[in-house]
């Protein structure tokens, strides 16, 4: 039990579907973040909400779509992915602005067909 | 840009050898911290650094953050099986943000 919870741990859509990816923190955590993870890539940051305000947006395009209702739980919204969105989605948390360590969760593997 | 750049990509040792993963950057970073990440799972923090020069132990792993607070390297002594998994390095930028390396895929063989 790692304190950061996601769901689903697979999923795999086509290029028309909506779907949601979900985390939640048992942590006490003020902020929450949305990394991507691509084979031989460095993680890249995608989305961060501190106190659930969303404090930036990595140049993320808009067939994604976070959604932070209170301090524990984060949401990802897809829609209309590309093949190339094919990747392991991570969540994580952590307190102020992570000096000391993130906490991550176990990611959604994503397949878009 | 900061950077991080890792060193090996990929390493594959004999149970019982020493390794040394490297971690650098002509940035500075405030703190630093290593992840291991093992396959279908997220990282999972180490160990943080914060101090130039810093030495860190975890049993068989040693953690140094360079004296210009640019560079860090993660020793492994006696590497076992268990040890297998991908390590990532994390320095926290003059903006707050953690940029991470593109990691270091080890394979401990029995």
């Known amino acids: 039990e790692t304190g950061v919870t996601q769901t689903p741990r697979h999923l795999v859509m086509g290029m028309t579907n909506k779907k949601s990816l979900k985390c939640e923190q048992h942590l006490g955590h003020n902020a929450m973040y949305w990394y991507k993870q691509s084979a031989k890539k460095p993680l890249e940051l995608m989305f961060v909400y501190n106190f659930k305000e969303q404090t930036e947006n990595n140049s993320v395009p808009s067939r994604f779509s976070p959604e932070c209702p209170n301090s524990s739980h984060l949401f990802l919204h897809l829609h209309t992915l590309q093949p190339e969105d094919s990747a392991l989605y991570l969540c994580?948390?952590?307190?102020?602005?992570?000096?000391?360590?993130?906490?991550f969760g176990s990611g959604t593997r994503l397949t878009v067909v | 840009t900061q950077l991080l750049e890792q060193s090996p990509q990929f390493l594959s040792i004999q149970e019982g050898e020493n390794l040394t993963v490297y971690c650098n950057s002509s940035?500075?970073?405030?703190?630093l911290q290593w992840y291991r990440q093992e396959p279908g799972e997220g990282p999972v923090l180490l160990v943080t650094v914060v101090t130039g020069g810093e030495v860190k132990k975890l049993k068989r792993l040693t953690f140094q953050f360079g004296d210009a607070r640019k560079d860090s390297s993660l020793h492994i002594t006696a590497a076992q099986p268990g040890d297998t998994g991908l390590y990532l390095c994390?320095?926290?930028?003059?903006?707050?943000?953690?940029?991470f390396g593109q990691g270091t895929t080890l394979q401990v063989k029995p």
């Open positions: 940035s500075v970073f405030s703190s």
């Open positions: 994390a320095g926290t930028s003059n903006t707050g943000k953690l940029i």
């Open positions: 994580a948390s952590s307190q102020d602005q992570g000096a000391y360590g993130y906490t």
